[in-house]
């Protein structure tokens, strides 16, 4: 049990986030604006946004690299991220598979304290 605990926490602060950058910048960028279409009237707002954050997290982690760079998307995912659960919580659309983003908002703070501590160490 130890040995789990002690390897979770390697995981947690060391291992790459890059590929769960990747991910949220797919999903914020292709399918959240669509996800939200079943909601009647979206909040187009929050559509376009998610779009463009997620557009420019992909270019962050994969045209880009740098940083810094990442880091200022990482931070705009958190907070598309944050509206896209407080959006379907409104609704109250919050539950089944929409319960989905609550496990991508939680990627988005670890992708943040991943981002963070590496600049911290550089």
Known sequence: M???????????LYSDSEPNEVLIGMLHAFILPF????????????????????FFQLYAV?????????KYAVQAACLVAIATVINYCMVDMMKGSHFGWVLILVF????????TREELVK
Do not use: D, H
């Not at 130890?2 to 947690?12: D, L, V």
């Not at 079943?38 to 998610?50: D, H, K, N, V």
């Not at 988005?108 to 981002?115: G, M, S």
């Open 2 to 12: 130890k040995r789990g605990i002690s390897r979770f926490r390697e995981i947690f």
């Open 35 to 54: 996800a939200m279409l079943e909601i009647g009237t979206p909040f187009l707002l929050l559509q376009i946004g998610a779009s463009l954050v997620g």
């Open 62 to 70: 994969l045209f880009n690299g740098k940083l810094k760079m990442r």
């Open 108 to 115: 988005t703070f670890w992708n943040l304290i991943r981002v």
